[in-house]
């Protein structure tokens, strides 16, 4: 470009920001994080909640605005809030997984976070990344266009969440200690919840079931959220046709369904209409479970749509939907083949940086200096999982922003392979002597604007697993997915380069793959990692460091004052 059109260029962008920046409002929230009594399943729980909440509460924000959320813990937990697959361009420090962008709030404590908005639309949420209480501190965050801007679809007559949970009749932090003391997998979840209720198939529940209101002919836009710990969930509603309009925060080409299936971190905004006889129908969600002989929650949640003019007709019976099989795979499939972005998204179509990263479990022998009891895994073991064979271990001292920022030594090494170390059948048989993983601190590296592909391949160590893989700081192309190991002289031919759908969480099929692209335009240290949070634990993460690029507009912010340090 010549130097007086890059300088008219300028002009431009500083008059549009100026202009859009014009109706962009500053959204101040207090969080404060502490314990509160719940009555779930017949009993009640001292459970931690915000502002005493749960679900805790929903944000709602235009694209442009910025939100400034002072978080006090008044809880006996560390904690931390992430929003989950806000961009957070510049802004770091405000992304919140623990020991990663900040160190924790610790009991007493506060933090504030901001951060704006830039260019994204829908719905996303906000969950603690703090051990397992995002059991029960989590929200949704949802972002409309900005003012006097459309929707892609006919304005719908009224909104609703739909957050799925996972509730434990126990303290959730006591079931992951006890997890991280045997070495074996923590107790399965006693019930889903929608809208932190598990409904009427559960004991002491249906008094509190969770109604939706629909009037005839009206159409209600469902923001569906997954916030289970560690379950991937089918959710459907009965007789009616879900139209499919975005997830994650991105528009897509809408197309019906009858079904959804949503990993864990994954949103889905779909379209409802009162298109059926006034009545009761339920809305369900259970278990899509893909690891074999692994136990599992098969309990079903239910919320009841209703319409308005059925509302005191007591004797109608709810209408129950059938919901697939738990390891129901080809519906899965099926399913995430509808999804193609709306418009004309920007795909690289050339890539600087080419990774494969194996995604799945091990187990690791019990070492020498370890009791029995703390190997209650299989056969003696204890549980592990790994990225590329290193099982993520996070600092203790000092956030990995922060090292890289002061230039702290000795935190981590930027040594994450590019590639697997060992080569071998993914899928296949895989031989014990590569079952267990090496333990690491370890970051990649991009330079500023490279454009990066990642194979995400599943491996069968243990078992096969579809896993939720989660990147923070950007949202990305999928370009394909499939089962087996990736080929990429017969698969790369099945990328779709036009309209491919734009995510901040991947299911990565069970004994299978993806691909993903994005481009490393957010400096900072980013984590991906697996959003089930039991393969958190056992290590199923890595962190890419994004450099800086030219100039302040290419650089991490300079971190608040507020910061909290080790
Ligand atoms: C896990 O389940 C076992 C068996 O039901 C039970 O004895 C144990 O107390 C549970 N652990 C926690 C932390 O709830
Ligand atoms: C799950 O529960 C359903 C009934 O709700 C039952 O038909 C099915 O056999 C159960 N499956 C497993 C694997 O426990
Ligand atoms: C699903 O599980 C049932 C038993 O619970 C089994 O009969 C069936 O073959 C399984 N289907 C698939 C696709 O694995
Ligand atoms: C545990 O040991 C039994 C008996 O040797 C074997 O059949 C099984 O495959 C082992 N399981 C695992 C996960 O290693
Ligand atoms: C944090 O720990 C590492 C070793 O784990 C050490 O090298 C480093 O100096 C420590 N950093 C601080 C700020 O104490
Ligand atoms: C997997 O390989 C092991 C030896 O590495 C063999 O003992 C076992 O039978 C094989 N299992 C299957 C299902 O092929
Ligand atoms: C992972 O590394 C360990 C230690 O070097 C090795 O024993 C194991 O075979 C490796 N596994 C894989 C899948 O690379
Ligand atoms: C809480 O965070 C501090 C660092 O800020 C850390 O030293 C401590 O171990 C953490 N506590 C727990 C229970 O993780
Ligand atoms: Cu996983």
Redesign the pocket.
């Known amino acids: 470009m010549e130097a007086s059109s890059s300088f008219f260029f300028v002009i431009l962008v500083l008059l549009a920001s100026a202009l859009s920046s014009a109706n962009a409002r500053v959204h101040e929230h207090q969080f404060v994080v502490q314990a509160h009594k719940v009555k779930r399943l017949c009993k009640t729980h001292n459970t931690i909640t915000v502002n005493g909440q749960f679900p805790g509460p929903t944000l709602e924000i235009n694209n442009g605005d910025t939100l400034v959320v002072k978080v006090t813990n008044k809880a006996r937990y560390n904690v931390t809030i992430h929003w989950h697959g806000i961009r957070q361009m510049r802004t770091g420090w405000a992304d919140g997984p623990e020991f990663v962008t900040q160190c924790p709030i610790r009991p007493g404590g506060s933090y504030t976070y901001r951060f704006t908005i830039q260019g994204q639309e829908g719905t996303l949420w906000w969950h603690a990344h703090s051990s397992w209480l995002r059991a029960t501190v989590y929200g949704a965050l949802i972002i409309r266009p900005r003012e006097g801007d459309p929707y892609p679809f006919p304005k719908p007559k009224r909104e609703t969440p739909i957050l799925l949970g996972e509730w ?4 959730p932090i ?2 992951v ?2 997890a991280t003391r045997t070495g074996a997998a923590p ?1 399965v979840s006693d019930a889903y919840t929608i809208n932190g209720q598990p409904g009427d198939l559960y004991k002491c529940s249906s008094q509190d079931t969770t109604v939706v209101p629909i009037d005839s002919g009206e159409t209600n836009l469902l923001r569906v959220i997954n916030a289970a710990l560690n379950q991937p969930l089918f959710f459907t509603v009965a007789n009616h046709k879900l139209t499919v309009v975005g997830a994650d925060a991105s528009y897509l080409k809408p197309f019906t369904t009858n079904v959804l299936m949503l990993g864990p971190g994954q949103t889905t905004d779909v379209l409802i209409t009162g298109d059926q006889p006034s009545s009761r129908y339920y809305m369900a969600a259970r278990a899509y479970q893909s690891a074999q002989n692994a136990p599992f929650d098969n309990t079903t949640t239910t919320a009841i749509l209703q319409y308005r003019s059925a509302k005191t007709a007591t004797s109608i019976k709810t209408v129950m939907p059938p919901l697939p099989a738990y390891n129901d795979t080809n519906t899965v499939t099926a399913f995430s083949r509808k999804f193609r972005s709306l418009g004309r998204p920007e795909v690289p179509t050339e890539i600087d940086e080419n990774l494969f990263f194996t995604v799945g479990l091990g187990l690791n022998k019990c070492p020498p200096n370890f009791r029995k009891r703390r190997c209650q895994g299989p056969n003696g073991t204890r549980f592990t999982s790994s990225m590329n064979n290193v099982s993520f271990v996070l600092p203790r001292n000092v956030s990995i922003l922060q090292a890289h920022h002061l230039g702290v030594p000795g935190v981590f090494t930027a040594d994450f392979p590019a590639s697997p170390p060992v080569k071998f059948d993914y899928t296949g048989n895989v031989s014990r002597s590569l079952w267990q993983p090496v333990r690491g601190t370890k970051v990649y590296k991009l330079k500023y604007g490279s454009r990066v592909q990642v194979v995400l391949q599943d491996t069968s160590i243990f078992t096969p697993e579809n896993h939720p893989i989660h990147l923070h700081g950007y949202d990305f192309y999928i370009l394909a997915e499939g089962f087996g190991n990736f080929n990429p002289k017969k698969d790369t031919a099945k990328f779709n380069l036009v309209d491919p759908p734009l995510r901040n969480t991947v299911a990565v099929p069970v004994r299978g793959w993806a691909v993903i692209r994005f481009v490393a335009d957010n400096p900072g240290a980013w984590i991906m990692h697996c959003h089930l949070d039991v393969h958190i634990n056992w290590g199923l993460a890595m962190v890419f460091l994004v450099e800086n690029g030219v100039g302040k507009l290419q650089s991490l912010e300079a971190p608040p004052a507020d910061l909290p340090l080790c």
């Open positions: 434990w009749d126990a303290n006591d079931v200690r006890e107790n």
